[in-house]
Antibody, heavy 122, light 106 residues
């Protein structure tokens, strides 16, 4: 059974940093690209970042470019999101999602975690 | 950046057909995926690559994509279909979601 479990969310002050993790199991992690997708309260889905199977291709949404960094450790079956210079508008539920392909691109996400909540507030 | 436009809400009576549109410039040239999201749950793909249906998704769900509009069609709508539906494409190194459509079953 595929499982994606996010962790690391919480309450953080504006301008501070936070690191999210996603622990994957039930599939061959290093065969697939992974994504971070967020959802602000009462809003729609927003792509944050995607990372290819070997970290050779990493993409970011415009709103987080330059502040967030995605990484993965295939030996640990884990995905990470380093979030710096956090803003109030980064408040959201952050999902980890598995792509059907090795690369980030035209594929879809077939499995999602339950999300970890990040609240940016003073 | 690429923009996908969905109606905020669609209402339909049980047993009828619901059509949810996703508009984008020349979206017909892209692969469109559709996700269903119920309150408090993670999204679930219901249609991928324009019209493919994952195993476990009822045949009542179908998709099409041409020109500037992609459409998710749900036939014989049931109360359990009430949810938010979002379209998604890949454009120029970015994954893009539509704003989402809340489907209400009357």
């Amino acid at each position: 059974e595929v499982q994606l479990v996010e962790s690391g969310g919480g309450l953080v002050q504006p301008g501070r940093s936070l690191r999210l993790s996603c622990a994957a199991s039930g599939f061959t992690f290093d065969n697939y690209a992974m994504h971070w997708v967020r959802q602000a309260p009462g809003k729609g889905l927003e792509w944050v970042s995607g990372i290819s199977w070997n970290s050779g291709n990493i993409g970011y949404g415009d709103s987080v470019k330059g502040r967030f960094t995605s990484s993965r450790d295939n030996a640990k079956n884990s995905l990470y999101l380093q979030m710096n210079s956090l803003r109030a508008e980064d408040t959201a539920l952050y999902y980890c999602a598995k792509d059907i392909n090795r690369g980030i691109g035209s594929g879809h996400s077939d499995y999602w975690g339950q999300g970890t909540l990040v609240t940016v507030s003073s | 950046s690429y923009v996908l436009t969905q109606p905020p809400s669609v209402s339909v009576a049980p047993g009828k057909t619901a059509s949810i549109t996703c508009g984008g410039n020349n979206i017909g040239s892209k692969s469109v995926h559709w996700y269903q999201q119920k309150p408090g749950q993670a999204p679930v793909v219901v249609i991928f690559y324009d019209s493919e249906r994952p195993s476990g998704i009822p045949e009542r769900f179908s998709g099409s994509n041409s020109g500037n509009t992609a459409t998710l069609t749900i036939s014989r709508v049931e109360a359990g279909d009430e949810a938010d539906y979002s379209c998604q494409v890949w454009d120029t190194s970015s994954l893009v979601f539509g704003g989402g459509t809340k489907l209400t079953v009357l």
